[in-house]
């Protein structure tokens, strides 16, 4: 296997881990638990939502051939209130993955070494890729700390819960 066909298979293998990690949050959340802001100042689980839809509809649409700043975006409009019901905010997460999977999915080892734009500026596709990545775990990570401020007590860990984490080792040695 090349490196590019192993690079794009290992970061679709990230990708589909930060997804999982957000859908496990939205998994432990009632329809009002989307809408929660701890100040007028931050951003609800709802507005991180439609901003990485936004986001990724923008940027993966014909993602080679045309600027990843769609002309039809309103970014500013990802960050106002709307109050979507979590159906209708599960279907702008889902859209939004979609445009992104589909995109990378047809991405071949050759179109690594491409220059795409992002606000007219170039990026290699593998620049543009990373930029994403580290994007998606920002905001990714924010809704699950939104999720865990809100959970509390209730918040079922996501990754190895504290104080497990020999257990979590041992298991996994056991399993080689």
Do not use: C
Request: hydrophobic fraction near 35%; charge should be negative.
């Amino acid at each position: 296997m090349s490196i590019g066909t192993e690079y794009l298979r290992v970061v679709r293998e990230r990708f589909i881990g930060l997804k999982g990690q957000g859908e496990k949050t939205f998994d432990q959340l009632n329809e009002d638990d989307f809408h929660w802001t701890s100040n007028d100042d931050s951003n609800s689980i709802a507005i991180l939502i439609l901003h990485l839809s936004g986001n990724m509809v923008s940027r993966w649409t014909d993602f080679l051939t045309t600027d990843g700043e769609k002309p039809d975006r309103n970014r500013d409009g990802e960050f106002e209130t709307k109050r979507l019901l979590k159906a209708q905010l599960m279907d702008h997460w889902e859209h939004g993955w979609r445009v992104f999977f589909d995109a990378l999915e047809s991405l071949h080892e050759q179109d690594l070494e491409k220059n795409i734009h992002i606000r007219g500026q170039a990026h290699s596709v593998i620049d543009a890729i990373e930029r994403q990545m580290a994007h998606y775990a920002i905001h990714i990570g924010q809704v699950m700390f939104i999720g865990k401020q809100i959970k509390g007590e209730q918040w079922k860990s996501l990754s190895i819960p504290k104080g497990e984490s020999d257990a979590y080792l041992a298991r996994m040695l056991k399993g080689k």
